[in-house]
Structures are given as structure tokens and as C-alpha cells.
């Protein structure tokens, strides 16, 4: 099983940058693929990127690639999400989620792929 905290978030311009941290305690974080979703008031909640248990394979919503960079460091259990060029759009609460499957691939964007969650951290980006 794995604990996860969100931290990182807070209120931004439009173009700026946020940096979001995902750490985690509980045993072999490194078997977990990570993901980040997001939800917006009234919206239902969305994938945001993955990234697999090595880090080799990292994957994007089309509406933030070239903008967010996920990544991860095992050594200190902590996964992050680089925002760039944040959007008002982008305003929401982002979760990471922890999944303990063997595939990656086909399972990386489906919310019911992941068994942990953490509690989330808003993001706020104004005109």
C-alpha cells in the first residue's frame, strides 16, 4: 500500500509556472505507475500524464503537452509535475494516483486503473 501527498499548488498568473510534488510513503514506491488527473468545478475529473514505474515512459493530455513535464525520482519517492504557460484553464484540483498494475500502456489515462489517491492541491491560474 502507498500513502500519497499532493503539494505544490496555489494561485498563479495566466503564463506563469507551478511546480506540483507528489510524495509518497508506504513500501516499493518504484512499482507504482503515477499519474496526475485533475477536476475543475462542474467538470468531471481528467488525465493529466503518467509516468511508468521506471520513468522510462511518460505520457500527456493533449491539452497540456509542450506545456507539463512529469517526472519522477524513486531514490526520494516523490513524483512532479512541471506546469508551464498555466492556462485559466487549467484551473483545478490536481490528484495524483498510484497504480500498482503490471501494464502501463493500455491502462495509463483510465482513473480506475489507479487504487491510491492522494488528497489533492489546488491550482489557480487568473486572466
Known amino acids: 500500500q502507498v500513502q500519497l501527498v499532493e503539494s505544490g499548488g496555489g494561485l498563479v498568473q495566466a503564463g506563469g509556472s507551478l511546480r506540483l510534488s507528489c510524495a509518497a510513503s508506504g513500501r516499493a514506491f518504484s512499482r507504482y505507475h503515477i499519474a496526475w488527473f485533475r477536476q475543475a468545478p462542474g467538470k468531471e475529473r481528467e488525465f493529466v500524464a503518467a509516468?511508468?514505474?521506471?520513468?522510462?515512459?511518460?505520457d500527456y493530455a493533449e491539452s497540456v503537452k509542450g506545456r507539463f513535464t512529469i517526472s519522477r525520482d524513486n531514490a526520494k519517492n516523490t513524483v512532479y509535475l512541471q506546469m508551464n504557460s498555466l492556462r485559466p484553464e487549467d484551473t483545478a484540483v490536481y490528484y495524483c494516483?498510484?497504480?500498482?498494475?503490471?501494464?502501463?500502456?493500455?491502462?495509463?489515462?483510465?482513473?480506475?486503473?489507479?487504487?491510491?489517491w492522494g488528497q489533492g492541491t489546488q491550482v489557480t491560474v487568473s486572466s
Open positions: 509516468i511508468s514505474r521506471s520513468g522510462s515512459n511518460t
Open positions: 494516483a498510484a497504480s500498482p498494475r503490471t501494464s502501463y500502456s493500455s491502462t495509463y489515462s483510465a482513473s480506475q486503473a489507479y487504487a491510491y
